[in-house]
Nanobody, 124 residues
Framework: LVQLVESGGGSVQAGGSLTLSCAAS????????MAWIRQAPGKEREAVAT???????AYVDSVKGRFTISRDNAKNTLTLLMNSLEIEETAVYYC??????????????????WGQGTQVTVSS
């Protein structure tokens, strides 16, 4: 049974930091592109950060320089460090996995596996 379990969500003030984690099981983790995908109210769902099987990282322009995605294949875990959070980044954040080359943005949603999501709320 494939499982992706997110943790670390919560409420934070604008300008603050938060770290999200994802624990994966039930598939060959090291062979999958991993992504953090967010769904904000009134906005398109988008992959904000991805990390490939070659450990290449990519970010949407809006988070570049503030977010850092990383993976630990020995532990089957994925992490997203979010700094200088903005109110507009309030959203449900999902970790997701896909065996094909991954790209950031709203255009690709067909990831093989998804976590349940974790709520991030950024307030003033």
């Amino acid at each position: 049974l494939v499982q992706l379990v997110e943790s670390g969500g919560g409420s934070v003030q604008a300008g603050g930091s938060l770290t999200l984690s994802c624990a994966a099981s039930g598939f060959i983790y090291s062979r999958y592109c991993m992504a953090w995908i967010r769904q904000a109210p009134g906005k398109e769902r988008e992959a904000v950060a991805t990390i490939s099987v070659q450990f290449r990282t990519a970010y949407v322009d809006s988070v570049k320089g503030r977010f850092t995605i990383s993976r630990d294949n020995a532990k089957n875990t994925l992490t997203l460090l979010m700094n200088s959070l903005e109110i507009e980044e309030t959203a449900v954040y999902y970790c997701a996995a896909d065996p094909t080359p991954c790209v950031v943005g709203p255009g690709y949603l067909n990831y093989d596996y998804w976590g349940q999501g974790t709520q991030v709320t950024v307030s003033s």
